[in-house]
C-alpha cells in the first residue's frame, strides 16, 4: 500500500516539480495551494510537506493547526534560503525536519525517507506497548479470592489517577505485576513506565541515575546524561524497595514528590516533570521510621494510596487458580497439552505455606512439569523447598495423622533427622532450626542415633 504526501506549496512549478517525483517514487500526492485548501486534506495524508510562505496563513500557523487535528502526522518544512531561524523556529514547534530552499531531488528523498521510518517506529512502539498492555490486563492477574478482588478493584479505581500508590507485600506476592497494571490502565498507558530497582544502584551512583548529570559534573562525565526521572516525562515511575533508599537520596525523593521538580547533578537549572510514583516496599517502613532508616515526611508521600497485597497462605483459595494458569502456559511454552492437576497434587500446593508466594508457586509448577509424563501433574511431581506446615497431611504421617504403618516413635524422629540434615546438606545448625531443637538437643540425639 503506497502511503500519501500532501504537498502545500503556492508557487505552481515547484509543487508540480515536487509531486511528479514524489510519484515517481511511488508515493500518491496530494496537492495544495494554501493553507485553507491544505486542512481537509491532511486527514488521509502520512506526511505533510509545506512552505513557510503561503499567500494567506503562512506555514507555521499550519502546522500548529495540523497539531491539533492530525498530532502524528510530520510535517516537513521548506524555507527559503538564508532563514535558518524559521526552520529552528519550526522545528521547536514540531515540524520533523526542514528543507531550505533551493534544495535537491535526492535531498528531498533522504528527508522524506528518515521522516517516514521514524513515523513508522513510532507506530510499531505503539503497537508493542498495547500488546504489553494487553499482557497486564487483568485477565493475566489471577485473583479469585476476595482479597485479590479487593486488590484488583482498587487498582481499576486508582490507575486513572495521578495519586501515588505504594504497596507493600512480601517477595514474590506480585508487587511488580500490579505496578505494571495500574499504569497500562492509565491515560499514561502509552508513555514510559521506568522501573527504578532501588537495592540494585549503589548509593554513590544513585543520584546520578535517578536525577541524571551534565557534562563535566564528575570524572568521566563526559557528556550529559537525564536520569531515570527524565525518562518517565509524562509516564510512570516505579520505585522498587524504596525501603532501601539511603537518607541523603530521600530528601531528593522527597522533593520531586512534592513539587516535581529536581536538578540534573552539576546544574542549577531547575527542571519540572510530570511523573506519576508507584513505590514498592517488602520491608514494614513503619519500623524503618522507628528505627530511624526512612524518612517520616517521605513515607506520608508515598502513603497516599496504599495497597497490601497478602501474602500467599493468606489467601490459599487462589492456588487452585493459579497452579492452573502456570500450568496452561507453561505446557504452551513447551507446546504440550494442556495438563491436568491431580486431587492430591492440588492438595500439596494448597497446604503448603509458599514463604517465596507467587513467585515460589511459578517455579514450582515449572519444574514439576518437567517430571510429569502424560496428561496428568501427580502430587510425586512436585518438589518443594521448604519442610510442609507443621501438622500437613504430607509430612510422612498416616491419613489420620499418627505413625506410618509399622514405624515406632524413635525410627520416625531418626527419619524426621535425617531429612533435616538432607535438606539442610548437613548443616547442623540449620537442621536443628527446622526441627525446632537446639542445637545441643540434635547433637544429643545424633550421638544417640550414632551419627555423631
Ligand atoms: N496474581 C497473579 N497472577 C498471575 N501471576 C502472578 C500473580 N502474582 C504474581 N504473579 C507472578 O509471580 C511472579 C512474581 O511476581 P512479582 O515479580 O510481581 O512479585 P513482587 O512482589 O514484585 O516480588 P519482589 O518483592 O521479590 O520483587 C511473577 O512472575 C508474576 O508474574
Ligand atoms: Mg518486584
Known amino acids: 500500500m503506497s502511503q500519501r504526501i500532501l504537498i502545500v506549496e503556492d508557487e505552481d512549478k515547484l509543487r508540480r516539480v515536487l509531486s511528479l517525483h514524489l510519484q515517481g517514487e511511488g508515493y500518491e500526492v496530494d496537492e495544495a495551494r494554501t493553507a485553507e485548501e491544505a486542512m481537509p486534506l491532511a486527514d488521509r495524508a502520512a506526511l505533510v510537506l509545506t512552505d513557510l510562505r503561503l499567500p494567506t496563513l503562512d506555514g507555521l500557523t499550519l502546522m500548529e493547526r495540523l497539531r491539533l487535528t492530525t498530532p502524528a502526522t510530520p510535517v516537513v518544512v521548506m524555507t527559503a534560503y538564508g532563514s535558518v531561524e524559521v526552520a529552528v523556529e519550526a522545528m521547536k514547534r514540531g515540524a520533523a525536519d526542514f528543507l531550505p530552499k533551493p534544495f535537491s531531488l535526492d535531498h528531498l528523498m533522504t528527508v522524506v525517507r528518515k521522516v517516514m521510518e521514524v513515523k513508522t517506529l513510532r507506530e510499531e512502539n505503539v503497537r508493542l506497548k498495547e500488546e504489553l498492555g494487553h499482557r497486564y490486563a487483568f485477565d493475566n492477574i489471577i485473583g479469585r479470592g476476595a482479597r485479590m478482588r479487593e486488590i484488583l478493584g482498587s487498582v481499576e479505581r486508582v490507575a486513572p489517577t495521578r495519586t501515588t500508590v505504594l504497596l507493600c507485600g512480601e517477595s514474590g506476592v506480585g508487587k511488580d505485576l500490579i505496578a505494571r497494571a495500574i499504569h497500562f490502565h492509565s491515560p499514561r498507558a502509552r508513555h514510559p513506565f521506568v522501573k527504578i530497582n532501588c537495592t540494585a544502584i549503589p548509593e554513590n551512583l544513585m543520584e546520578s541515575e535517578l536525577f541524571g548529570y551534565e557534562k563535566g559534573a564528575f570524572t568521566g562525565a563526559a557528556q550529559a546524561k537525564p536520569g531515570k526521572f527524565e525518562q518517565a516525562d509524562t509516564g510512570t515511575v516505579f520505585l522498587d524497595e524504596i525501603g532501601d533508599v539511603p537518607p541523603s537520596i530521600q530528601v531528593k525523593l522527597l522533593r520531586v514528590l512534592q513539587e516535581r521538580e529536581f536538578e540534573r547533578l552539576g546544574s542549577n537549572k531547575t527542571r519540572s516533570i510530570d511523573v506519576r510514583v508507584i513505590a514498592a516496599t517488602n520491608v514494614d517502613l513503619q519500623r524503618a521510621i522507628e528505627e530511624g532508616n526512612f524518612r517520616e ?156
Not at 377 to 395: K, M, Q, V
Not at 434 to 451: I, P, V
Open 297 to 452: 515526611d517521605l513515607y506520608y508521600r508515598l502513603n497516599v494510596f496504599p495497597m497490601t497485597i497478602p501474602s500467599l497462605r493468606d489467601r490459599r483459595e487462589d492456588i487452585p487458580f493459579l497452579a492452573e494458569h502456570f500450568l496452561a502456559r507453561f505446557a504452551a511454552q513447551q507446546g504440550r497439552p494442556p495438563l491436568k492437576l491431580s486431587a492430591e497434587a492440588q492438595r500439596k500446593l494448597v497446604q503448603y505455606d509458599w514463604p517465596g508466594n507467587v513467585r515460589e508457586l511459578e517455579n514450582a509448577i515449572e519444574r514439576a512439569l518437567v517430571m510429569a509424563a502424560g496428561d496428568t501433574l501427580r502430587e510425586d511431581d512436585i518438589r518443594l523447598d521448604h519442610a510442609p506446615r507443621r501438622g500437613s497431611a504430607s509430612a510422612g504421617l498416616n491419613g489420620d495423622g499418627f505413625l506410618p504403618e509399622g514405624v515406632t516413635l524413635d525410627q520416625h524422629e531418626q527419619q524426621l533427622i535425617r531429612e533435616a540434615l538432607r535438606r539442610t546438606g548437613g548443616n547442623k545448625s540449620q537442621a536443628a532450626r527446622l526441627l525446632g531443637l537446639s542445637r545441643n538437643a540434635l547433637r544429643y540425639r545424633l550421638a544417640q542415633m550414632g551419627l555423631e
